[in-house]
Structures are given as C-alpha cells and as structure tokens.
C-alpha cells in the first residue's frame, strides 16, 4: 500500500503467472510453452527485420500481419486485429466489447486473467460453475447477460467444445458480445472462425505463443466482424499504437504461412500428450480429456501441491492451482518425448 496509489490499485488482484524457474537440468512442464524451437523461416524472417532500419515505428496497421492472418483463415485483413499476445488482445475486448449494464458470464474454472481484468475494467461479472465433469454446459449461460467470454478448449482443465455448441451460445445471444479465446484450439478443437462472416457477435481470440512457439515474441489477434475490430483499434489507438515491433510482426508472418512446420510440430505434441494421457492413467491417475498442449490429471493417493513438490526435488515443474475442486490436480504441459518420459520416471520413483 502507498498513498501514491490511485483507489483501483489496492483493489487488484494481479494475474500471477507461470514460474520461470532456473534450474539445472530443469525439466519444464509449467506453462504451456512449445517444446519445439520456432520455424527455421522465422528466424530468418526475424533476423532480416533486426538488420533493417529499427530507429523507425513499425506499422501501426500491422497490414502485412493482418493480411497474412487473414488468408490463414479466410477473412479481410480489415476483420483482423493483432496485438502483444492475446492476453492484451483480450484485455482490449474486455474494455472495449465486455462491460455492460448486465453482468459478464465466464467459467469459474477457467483462465485467472479474466477475474483479473474484470477488476481492473470495473466489469460486474457472474462465475457459471463448471459441470461435475469439469465441462462448460452451454444451457447455464441461458441467463440475462450483458456478455459472455468462454476458452475454448478450456484452461486449466484442457476440455473442448465442439463448434456446434459454440455456436448454439453465439446465436443465443444475438445481442450480447460473445468472445472465444482458442490459445489451445490448434491441438484438437475445433475454431470458432469459420462462423465469424455469420455472427456480428462474435470475436475469437488466438494466440501465436503455444501453437507457432512464439511465447517470447508476444504476438496475439482476433477475427471478427469489422465494428467489433475497430472497437478494439479504438482501445489500442488511446493505449499504445505501436503494440507490435518491427521483428514481431516479421516473425509472425513467416510463422502462420509455414503450414508444413506447423502441421508437423502439432502433430508431434498430440502424439506425446495421447502417450503422456495414458502413461498417467497406468499409474492411477484421473486425466481429463484434452484438446490442449497440456493435460490435467489427479492421482486419488497424492494431493496435487505434496506430489508438485516432489516433482520439483527432481527438477521437474509442473503447475499446481490452490483452488476449491482442482487442489489436487496437476496441470502438465507437453514436452518432448524425451520430458515427458523424465516426468514419468520421477514419478515413478515417488508413486
């Protein structure tokens, strides 16, 4: 506390992010991170930008980005926003898609930024719990709503809907902003975009960290229909009208257009989270079904935070959440197959 604070500050509750831990040896299964390096193409791509004229603004458009996104996936460049990861793309719709006389639905089990910028935006929001099987419902948000945000497969739990669903809540509620965040959608779900030219409701939000293996260039976007865009251009344009370097956009472009680097990568994490699901259940883990980079798992004889920490005495981190109905599960990224075998083997040893 400081009397320096302006009012809302004491009232935040920060988003805490992942660890990022050094350690030798370190095993790092914590927070959803690619295992594989980026394209060869966009180390290039990014090199050359580097080497160009960096004493000038990048784009504030982004065109070439937005262009690049936009053939990917079938929409004008006009209905593309991008921004520093999706976590400032959806802090963007929340200001300016997200705040309304009725409250804002999301999962109470589900991505902790969002309670977070619900705060920091002043927004009244309303937690739908999640099933007993950890699975969002789409009747329970048959309620008054001034919006709705629902990831799609789900965090922490990993779960999916098919797009059917989603689009039974987006035609639902024709007068209520719906926003899909798809961080995980590329390992095994099924993407909101193709509905996008049907909905003037919807905006679905990507990221290009977990699937492109671009965490650390900080790149995000959304696709929706061309007055829900300039919302947030409006939002971007009073923040920061430079969201994206010169380098960033580069290697963003070059990742999303090296499909053959894209399909194969995918595909390897997929295999080793099937391997990974059921090397765990051999062990007597539960693991929730998982459309995502990760998966989600208990063992009925361990407490999720004793077994978290005795995977850390092997230098193996995974994240642990100390909340009501998930203390005891571990959420486990998909390495290498040569880290998840690590991770099997320590707990082996402590099982």
Same mark, same amino acid.
């Given at each position: 506390m400081?009397?320096?604070?302006?009012? &809302?500050?004491?009232?935040?509750? $920060?988003?805490?992010? %992942?660890?990022q831990?050094?350690? +030798?040896?370190l *095993?790092? /299964? @914590?927070?959803?991170?690619?295992?594989?390096?980026?394209?060869?193409k966009v180390?290039?791509?990014?090199?050359?930008?580097?080497?160009?004229?960096?004493r000038?603004?990048?784009?504030?458009?982004?065109?070439?980005?937005?262009?690049?996104?936009?053939?990917?996936?079938g929409?004008?460049?006009?209905?593309?926003f991008?921004?520093?990861?999706?976590d400032?793309?959806?802090?963007?719709?929340?200001?300016a898609?997200?705040?309304?006389?009725?409250?804002?639905l999301?999962?109470? &089990?589900?991505?902790?930024?969002? $309670?977070?910028?619900? %705060?920091?935006?002043g927004?009244? +929001?309303v937690? *739908?719990? /999640? @099933?007993?099987?950890?699975?969002?419902?789409?009747?329970?948000?048959?309620?008054?709503?001034?919006?709705?945000?629902l990831?799609?497969p789900?965090?922490?739990?990993?779960?999916?809907?098919?797009?059917?669903?989603?689009?039974?809540?987006?035609?639902?509620?024709?007068?209520?902003p719906?926003?899909i965040?798809?961080?995980?959608?590329?390992?095994?779900?099924?993407?909101?975009?193709?509905?996008?030219p049907?909905?003037?409701n919807?905006?679905?939000?990507?990221?290009?960290?977990?699937?492109?293996?671009?965490?650390?260039l900080?790149? %995000?976007?959304?696709?929706?229909?061309?007055?829900?865009?300039?919302?947030?251009?409006?939002v971007k344009?009073s923040?920061?009208?430079y969201?994206?370097?010169?380098?960033?956009?580069a290697?963003?472009?070059?990742?999303?257009?090296?499909?053959?680097?894209?399909?194969?990568?995918?595909?390897?994490?997929?295999?080793s989270?099937?391997?990974?699901?059921?090397?765990?259940?051999?062990?007597?883990?539960e693991?929730?079904?998982s459309?995502?980079n990760?998966?989600?798992?208990?063992?009925?004889?361990?407490?999720?935070q004793?077994?978290?920490?005795?995977?850390?005495?092997?230098?193996?981190?995974?994240?642990?959440?100390?909340?009501?109905?998930?203390?005891?599960?571990?959420?486990?990224?998909?390495?290498?197959?040569?880290?998840?075998?690590?991770?099997?083997?320590?707990?082996?040893?402590?099982?």
């Amino acid at each position: 506390m400081s009397k320096y604070w302006s009012p &809302i500050v004491s009232a935040l509750k $920060p988003y805490v992010p %992942g660890e990022q831990p050094r350690m +030798a040896n370190l *095993v790092k /299964l @914590n927070t959803n991170e690619n295992p594989y390096a980026p394209s060869d193409k966009v180390i290039e791509a990014i090199r050359a930008a580097a080497s160009a004229d960096l004493r000038l603004y990048p784009d504030p458009l982004a065109l070439d980005l937005r262009k690049a996104v936009a053939a990917r996936y079938g929409v004008e460049p006009e209905e593309v926003f991008v921004g520093n990861g999706s976590d400032e793309v959806l802090a963007h719709s929340f200001a300016a898609l997200l705040k309304h006389d009725r409250p804002l639905l999301y999962p109470d &089990i589900s991505y902790s930024f969002y $309670p977070t910028y619900a %705060g920091l935006f002043g927004i009244d +929001a309303v937690e *739908v719990p /999640l @099933n007993d099987a950890f699975g969002i419902d789409i009747p329970d948000y048959r309620r008054p709503a001034g919006a709705i945000i629902l990831p799609n497969p789900n965090a922490p739990t990993g779960i999916g809907l098919p797009l059917a669903e989603i689009e039974a809540l987006v035609a639902e509620h024709p007068d209520q902003p719906v926003v899909i965040d798809e961080a995980y959608v590329d390992f095994g779900g099924e993407s909101a975009s193709a509905l996008v030219p049907k909905y003037e409701n919807l905006l679905v939000v990507q990221t290009f960290s977990k699937s492109r293996a671009l965490a650390g260039l900080r790149v %995000g976007f959304a696709i929706g229909q061309r007055h829900l865009i300039e919302a947030l251009e409006r939002v971007k344009d009073s923040f920061n009208s430079y969201p994206l370097g010169r380098a960033a956009q580069a290697g963003a472009i070059a990742a999303i257009e090296d499909e053959a680097w894209f399909e194969a990568t995918r595909g390897k994490i997929i295999a080793s989270r099937e391997k990974l699901t059921s090397d765990l259940k051999k062990r007597g883990f539960e693991v929730l079904p998982s459309q995502a980079n990760f998966v989600f798992a208990r063992h009925p004889d361990h407490a999720g935070q004793a077994l978290a920490a005795k995977l850390r005495e092997r230098a193996v981190i995974v994240r642990h959440f100390a909340k009501p109905r998930i203390s005891d599960f571990l959420r486990i990224t998909i390495g290498t197959y040569e880290e998840c075998a690590r991770l099997v083997a320590a707990l082996d040893e402590i099982l």
